[in-house]
């Protein structure tokens, strides 16, 4: 079945360990969006890329950088993580810029130490 | 923030019950969008809602809208154990080159058995 995948599903890091979080797909879509859910709140959209265009959204931190190196790959990089960074993150797709629907994989919880 | 309000915030009904939840957000759409997410999962798409329409059905799912109020509401009948989660609503918008949600901040549905 086509899906989007998230590895690892759980990750544990310690406060400052640069730490990365992978997403997967085979769906061939053009757009993949990173999501950060913190407990009991709505997701809020990190970054997306269409293709290899790299969009940041304006309040999204410095300390969060994304890499898609190609079309069914998309990582996370959290270069410094702080407390406050502990949340799901959620990996999405589209298939195309204009799509109206979004395909999310499982997510994965982070916990910082 | 653009971000949509649900209410209720937590809802807990017997299975067989309907449950009704409801939508409000801020800025003019294009559609409307629910999606369901299970304790520590991804979301999963639930029925899409354009704004020239008023209700649209899914199986037991019954979703209207109503842009001069800026509101949608999610009727589940004949609730499930299985359906409960947390139910998010999501605006899309078409301004900008690529199409991006805004959720709302969610109802945790709980259907006792």
């Known amino acids: 079945d086509a899906m989007v995948i998230q590895n690892p599903r759980y990750q544990v890091t310690q406060f400052g360990k640069p730490v990365t979080l992978s997403c997967s797909q085979t769906?061939?879509?053009?757009?993949m969006y990173w999501y950060q859910q913190k407990s009991s709140q709505a997701p809020k959209l990190l970054f997306h890329?269409?293709?290899?265009?790299?969009?940041n959204e304006a309040d999204t931190p410095d300390n969060f950088q994304s890499r898609r190196p190609n079309t069914s790959f998309c990582f996370l990089d959290i270069r410094s993580p702080g407390l406050g960074d502990a949340a799901m993150y959620l990996c999405?797709?589209?298939?195309?810029?204009?799509?109206?629907?979004?395909?999310f994989g499982p997510g994965t919880r982070l916990t910082v130490l | 923030s653009q971000q949509g309000e649900e209410d209720p915030q937590a809802l807990s009904i017997q299975e067989g019950e309907n449950a009704t939840m409801n939508c409000s957000y801020k800025?003019?759409?294009?559609?409307l969008q629910w999606y369901r997410q299970n304790s520590g999962r991804g979301l999963v798409h639930l029925i899409l809602?354009?704004?020239?329409?008023r209700e649209k059905h899914s199986g037991r799912l019954r979703v209207t809208l109503d842009t001069s109020k800026k509101s949608s509401s999610l009727l589940i009948t004949a609730s499930r154990a299985a359906d409960t989660a947390s139910y998010f609503c999501?605006?899309?918008?078409?301004?900008?080159?690529?199409?991006?949600?805004?959720f709302g901040t969610g109802t945790l549905l709980a259907v006792q058995p």
């Open positions: 999405a797709t589209s298939s195309s810029r204009a799509a109206d629907t979004q395909y």
């Open positions: 769906l061939n879509h053009n757009v």
């Open positions: 890329y269409y293709d290899k265009d790299f969009n």
């Open positions: 800025t003019s759409i294009n559609n």
């Open positions: 809602i354009r704004s020239n329409e």
């Open positions: 999501a605006t899309l918008n078409y301004g900008g080159a690529t199409n991006k949600l805004i």
